[in-house]
């Protein structure tokens, strides 16, 4: 099906788009926030979207960062309605747009899509290995490089996101296991 080819392909170039955007395009904007979680689970995303749906491990990954997706986006909701006031992103002003733009909402589309077509499709029930390496690949790239959580910036805001994150997990875990 063209699905089958589509899908890597956007997948593939999203990636480009969103390495290009975050850490070239928009380096002096975003500096040490271009490693921020979203961010990083941005990738996976992409990833995911790569192995068209069939990687468990990044199938995990945005299955159990979906529910903190949600929370974050009482953080875009403040983004938004504070951007027009924001007279330091002159430079890049509309490319921050498109950046804010297209790091959670696909991430919750896709999250919502999951869970309304059946997580056991993405996820197979009761392999533990992948939902252990997808744990560990998203809590590992977001200590070694989200200061939030490594260098306790912005506190307790890293607080907060860890508090999400964890809760996120437990609460995939429990959908995951006796759902």
Known sequence: ????????????????????????KLREELQFRRFYVSRLV??????????????????????????????????DYNFYSKFKNRTYWKKNR????????TMHPPLLISGLYMYIAGIPNFVPPGEVTPFLIGILIVYGSSFLLDVRLRKRYNWP???DLLIVMLVSTIGFSMYYIFG
Not at 69 to 74: D, E, L, P, Q
Not at 94 to 101: D, G, P, S, T
């Open 94 to 101: 509309r490319w921050l747009f498109v950046e804010r733009i």
């Open 1 to 24: 099906m063209a699905t089958q080819v589509l899908i890597p392909i956007f997948g593939g170039l999203f990636l480009l788009f969103r390495i290009w955007l975050s850490l070239y």
């Open 42 to 75: 941005n990738y996976y995303f992409c990833m995911m979207l790569i192995f068209n749906l069939q990687s468990a491990i990044f199938n995990v990954i945005i299955a159990v960062c979906f529910p903190a997706m949600i929370f974050t986006s009482v953080w």
């Open 157 to 159: 805001n890293g607080r």
